[in-house]
């Protein structure tokens, strides 16, 4: 698929030379717009995501690849095929993209900005309201049908990679699927969806991944991450983070802690949330649908 945004190969001869954005600074790209760079979000193992202004004063989110002593064909490749996504999977519960540029041999995308993360607005609102559990549930279901319509595995549905639209106080929050760094996308409609490669958020390993007769995640893997959303959107916990033990960890997710943990909710989406993290994936719901139609019953 041809990229339309204003982007260019860089000639692999020439000498890299990086100039990385500093809050303050502006840049511009190749069809004149001009990006004011503000204070940095977020920052994770492959890219940073600046708050920016365009030129008309909107705000934005720039995400910039961080090169990571990575060769610069495959950072290329990672920023193309995440434009790509972001292109293709358009809907009310996806973050919208704006632009995609090269300025200085580093890879931006421009993306729409939120309130923030779904982790600091379950903090700032706790104890959630069923009710409004429930309507992070339909919406991020909504999107992850969509994506999976779309032959898309999405693969990194998280408390971090949700993002929220609308503050604290907002009672018509918005909840949106933020990131397709590490998603697949499956092109032959009868090819099996499956990806074997290990890449996960390390509280957000689904257990297929590390069970021997599997080592795979599916569209099932994207179902467990949404449980893993709603247990922290109910409790403001997750079973289990990221100083943990990588092998005490693993053990949890072995031995179910995650499903076990759900099961003493008391509410009645506690059997749903545990549905959605059984350890085997052919326990759960089969898709997004049949757990919608499961959560309309409750």
């Not at 996806?94 to 993360?117: H, K, P, Q, S």
Request: aromatic share 12%; charged share 25%.
């Amino acid at each position: 698929m041809k990229n339309n945004f204003d982007a260019k190969r860089v000639d692999m001869t020439e000498e890299m030379k990086i100039i990385w954005p500093t809050p303050g600074n502006t840049i511009t790209t190749r069809s004149g717009m001009i990006y004011t760079i503000g204070q940095p979000i977020n920052s994770g193992g492959y890219a940073l995501v600046f708050k920016g202004l365009d030129f008309f004063d909107n705000p934005v989110a720039l995400k910039v690849f961080k090169p990571a002593n990575r060769p610069f064909d495959e950072v290329q490749k990672q920023w193309d095929n995440e434009t790509q996504l972001f292109k293709k999977l358009r809907h009310p519960n996806i973050v919208a993209i704006y632009d995609a540029f090269i300025c200085d041999n580093l890879f931006y995308i421009v993306l729409e900005r939120a309130w923030g993360n779904l982790c600091d607005w379950i903090q700032n609102v706790k104890p959630v309201p069923e009710t409004t559990v429930r309507e992070i549930a339909r919406q991020l279901l909504f999107a992850i049908y969509f994506i999976h319509k779309e032959g898309v595995i999405q693969r990194d549905i998280t408390i971090y990679n949700t993002l929220v639209f609308e503050g604290p106080k907002s009672r018509g929050a918005i909840f949106k699927i933020s990131d397709f760094g590490i998603s697949k996308e499956f092109i032959n409609p009868w090819e099996q969806r499956i990806c074997n490669s290990y890449i996960a958020h390390p509280c957000f390993i689904p257990p297929e991944l590390l069970l021997p007769q599997y080592g795979y995640t599916n569209e099932q893997s994207d179902l467990y991450h949404l449980g893993l959303v709603l247990l922290y959107s109910l409790t403001g916990e997750l079973p289990f983070d990221e100083k943990m033990d990588a092998e005490e960890r693993k053990k949890m997710i072995l031995d179910g802690v995650p499903r076990k943990e759900a099961e003493k909710i008391k509410t009645p989406l506690r059997n749903f949330i545990s549905i959605l993290l059984r350890r085997h994936h052919e326990y759960r719901f089969k898709n997004a649908l049949d757990a919608w139609n499961a959560l309309k019953t409750i």
